[in-house]
């Protein structure tokens, strides 16, 4: 019977849309073209990453593309992506399957923990990580690099010649303020939004990763993982790249391939926004090559952790804390009953958590911490200690009980960081990764 009625509704369907087309053929084929010519064509919506500046560079562009030619993207993106595993080298962990963000937070805190304070050993010969910041990555990067990389890379012509076609004629519309401009030609770039965008940007950064790597034995840090040693010396999600030296008298070298690379391809590193830590704690340079350079107690962001010499746990559960609050502050500014207190409780503190504890074990402080907050906002709807104590006339265990257990499904901060620490162990210890392997038998500490 299901099938009968599905067969009849398609009948119907076609009937329907044939009969439209044979009205309206006129109508309809002029729709189709105008879907397929305005392929090229894409509005702006440039938001603001923070403050009031009146610099264009602080806005962040977001794209709307026409919706057909997302869909026909997404078509070549998925076909593309299977390759991207032999394609890419090691060194890049974005957008490749298999490869996950986990891997270069990973050897970076592996590399933050050979610090050491020498006081025999010069600034040259220390060891140090660079963070790279590209100026306006996706916009940047060269069209001609990207087809030209992509060919030598193996690529069929047919298949380069697709991209190629579907960057032709890009055109932009900025609309700020409900107002748009007129259409500006885009000659440059990958285009922001596109499905194949990740893949296409990540094939444009392979040559300068690949040339970095070759240099890897000479200037990179040497990992031991048993009998075997491994080289490292960059190691990138998309475009967040970080370097390792050795010894910092290699950095002019690394510039020298930046400035090459940045004149081949458009894309230039921001020596500015780029920062460095010096894994010689004796140290404390303020910039080197016209790179700053991280010292003391001071931090930097880097791919969503604070990142600098000595222990990072209480700068990032502090940072994590002071956001949760922030940010249930904005939600509460409308009343809301605790159904929907805890619908949000699930909704921003439970990823926030996840997140932060994959990396780094939240210490018993800020789980307390963290409770009372979850507490106090799903009870008074508060952010702040108001006084008298919390009613207990239901269990904390239950109000963590998931919603199909009959409770309330509050963040357990305990049991999502122990989760957090085991998953992440499991996928250490089974990776076929000889470092993986080593970090999570030697740098992971459970609870």
Partial sequence: MASWKAQLTHSRLDAICIQETHVGSTDAADKLTMQW?????????PLKKKGNSANALDYRPIALLNSAYKIFAQVISLRLQPLLVSTIGAQQQGFVPGRTLEDSIALFQRTLARQQRDPTLPLAASAAVICLDIKKAYDSMERAHLFCTMEAMGFPTAFVTLIERMHQDTSVQFVVNGIRSNRLPQT?????????????FILGMEPLLTTLHAGAREHGIMFQDGHASHPLICNAHVDDTAIYLQRLSSLPWILRHLQDYGDMSGLHIQLQK??????NTFHTPKVVHGIPFVSGPDR???LGIQVGLGSLSDANWSLCYQSIEERLRLANIKPLHQPARAIILRAIVHPKIAFLATYLQPSDHWI????????????RGSTVALP?????????????????????GLPDVRRIAQQQALRRFVRLVHSPDGWAHAIALSGLQLP
């Fill in 300 to 302: 930097r962001r880097y």
């Fill in 388 to 408: 008298g104590k919390l009613p207990t006339y239901i269990a904390k265990s239950h109000l963590s009980k998931p919603t199909r257990q009959d409770g309330w």
């Fill in 37 to 45: 010519n305005n392929f090229g064509e894409a509005d702006i919506l």
């Fill in 274 to 279: 780029s920062f460095g830590i010096c894994l």
């Fill in 368 to 379: 307390s911490r963290l409770e009372a907050l979850i507490f106090r906002f799903w009870w």
């Fill in 188 to 200: 440059s770039g990958i285009r922001q939004g596109c499905p194949l965008a990740p893949s296409l």
